[in-house]
T-cell receptor, first 113, second 112 residues
C-alpha cells in the first residue's frame, strides 16, 4: 500500500497566484481530511469529507480557500489568490469513516513570496 | 471534545522507558484517548488508543487511570528514532462526524 499520496511536495509561488494541492487517499478509505500546520498555530483541521461529501469546512480560513473531492480517490485544496500568510505545511489524511486512526500523507510545504 | 494537558518537553535516554503523561480531567464517559506522534518533517502517525482499559500494541502501551482523568503513553525501550512530538487527543466515540484536535503535544528527545 502506497499510503496517502500528496503532490507537490514543495511549492513556491508568488503572492496572488493560484495554488492547487492534490491528495490521493488510501484505497478503501471513505473519510478525507485536510490540515494546515504552522509554528504559530500548530496543526489545524481545515475541512473533511465523508464519502466525497464535505462535512465540516469551518476550519477553512476564508473564501480564498476551497476544497473538492470529485471521487473517492482524489481531492484538491485550492488557494486563490495566495498570500504570504498561507505559507505552511498542508497535510492530507484519510481513514475509514468513524475511525480515529487517520493516515497522514507526507505533506506539501507551501511558500508564498 | 475534552481538552488535554501535556508537558511541553521531555528527555529520555536511549534504551530506557519513556513515560509520557497526559491530563484530560474533563473527559466524558464515552470519549476515547488517542495518541499520535510526529517525527520531524513527517505527517503525524497514529500510535494507540483506548477507552478505559490499558492497551498495548507493537509500538507502545497506554495506561489510563481508573477515573480516566489522565493517561500515560509508555515506549518501553526508546530509540533515537522515537524522537518526535507526541500528541494526546480525546475524541468522541467512533463517529463519522468526530474529528481529531491536535494540541501542542510533548516534544520527546531521546539521547544516546
Amino acid at each position: 500500500d502506497a499510503g496517502v499520496i500528496q503532490s507537490p511536495r514543495h511549492e513556491v509561488t508568488e503572492m496572488g497566484q493560484e495554488v492547487t494541492l492534490r491528495c490521493k487517499p488510501i484505497s478503501g478509505h471513505n473519510s478525507l481530511f485536510w490540515y494546515r500546520q504552522t509554528m504559530m498555530r500548530g496543526l489545524e483541521l481545515l475541512i473533511y469529507f465523508n464519502n466525497n461529501v464535505p462535512i465540516d469546512d469551518s476550519g477553512m480560513p476564508e473564501d480564498r480557500f476551497s476544497a473538492k473531492m470529485p471521487n473517492a480517490s482524489f481531492s484538491t485544496l485550492k488557494i486563490q489568490p495566495s498570500e504570504p500568510r498561507d505559507s505552511a505545511v498542508y497535510f492530507c489524511a484519510s481513514s475509514l469513516m468513524g475511525s480515529g486512526e487517520q493516515f497522514f500523507g507526507p505533506g506539501t510545504r507551501l511558500t508564498v513570496l | 471534545d475534552a481538552k488535554t494537558t501535556q508537558p511541553p518537553s521531555m528527555d529520555c535516554a536511549e534504551g530506557r522507558a519513556a513515560n509520557l503523561p497526559c491530563n484530560h480531567s474533563t473527559i466524558s464517559g464515552n470519549e476515547y484517548v488517542y495518541w499520535y506522534r510526529q517525527i520531524h518533517s513527517q505527517g503525524p502517525q497514529y500510535i494507540i488508543h483506548g477507552l478505559k482499559n490499558n492497551e498495548t500494541n507493537e509500538m507502545a502501551s497506554l495506561i489510563i487511570t481508573e477515573d480516566r482523568k489522565s493517561s500515560t503513553l509508555i515506549l518501553p525501550h526508546a530509540t533515537l528514532r522515537d524522537t518526535a512530538v507526541y500528541y494526546c487527543i480525546v475524541r468522541a466515540p467512533n463517529s463519522g462526524y468526530s474529528t481529531l484536535t491536535f494540541g501542542k503535544g510533548t516534544m520527546l528527545l531521546v539521547s544516546p
